[in-house]
């Protein structure tokens, strides 16, 4: 079935730094791949989403970059800020229902 | 705009009950998806349902069913609760059906004793 890995598990990074989490999707008719964060006691916020006709999009201090051929896509997060500390998902979609990789755990310290 | 609003956010029931929970999408939205939430199994799709019709459903029983309104808010139902249905429920908007952005509301933590 479709399935979507996503690495790492946890991540922690300095303020100021860059943080990227991957991710893996196996079904290669998926057209649209939507990151979303959530905090504690909260539901996922949609921060970015990339379609497949599209190799990059960037949005401030974050970016997605998608590979179409490898299958995968990325999150890039620069000058990461405390306030970025949450879980992040990705997902991967072909019609209304979205796939979502396990999550990572990003940590900003100051 | 509101934002896509779920009631109860929290709910405590004893196994053999059934619940139903409520989405309330954002205004003019009228697609309605639902998703379960748990630390082992993460976010999985339920259904979804577009001009009151279910046009997308997941791998879970038939004990959990759901119906959306004329005013595109969603009810979902779970009967003969189990221990393993303790989990946050989401529910997600979006403007129409298809491959479109969806916007989540905060849950409702329903825990099974």
């Known amino acids: 079935g479709e399935n979507v890995e996503q690495h790492p598990s946890t991540l922690s990074v300095q303020e100021g730094d860059s943080a990227v989490i991957k991710c893996t999707y196996s079904d290669s008719a998926s057209n649209y791949f939507p990151w979303y964060k959530q905090e504690l006691g909260k539901g996922p916020q949609l921060i970015i989403d990339?379609?497949?006709?599209?190799g990059e999009k960037k949005d401030q201090r974050i970016a997605v970059t998608l590979n179409k051929t490898a299958k995968h896509f990325s999150l890039h997060i620069t000058e990461t800020q405390p306030e970025d500390s949450a879980v992040y998902f990705c997902?991967?979609?072909?019609?209304?229902?979205?796939?979502f990789g396990t999550g990572t755990r990003l940590q900003v310290f100051p | 705009k509101a934002g896509v609003t779920q009631t109860p956010r929290y709910l405590i029931k004893t196994r053999g009950q059934q619940v139903t929970l409520s989405c309330s999408p954002i205004?003019?939205?009228?697609?309605v998806s639902w998703y379960q939430q748990t630390p082992g199994q993460g976010l999985q799709f339920l259904f979804e349902y577009f001009s009151e019709t279910q046009r997308n459903k997941g791998n879970f029983p038939g004990r959990f069913s759901g119906r959306q309104f004329s005013n595109s808010r969603s009810e979902m139902n779970v009967s003969t609760l189990e221990l393993g249905d303790s989990a946050l429920y989401l529910c997600?908007?979006?403007?129409?059906?298809?491959?479109?952005?969806?916007?989540f509301g905060p849950g409702t933590r329903l825990t099974v004793t």
């Open positions: 997902a991967a979609s072909k019609t209304d229902k979205l796939i």
């Open positions: 990339i379609r497949s006709n599209v």
């Open positions: 997600a908007s979006s403007p129409r059906t298809g491959v479109y952005e969806q916007y």
């Open positions: 205004s003019g939205h009228r697609s």
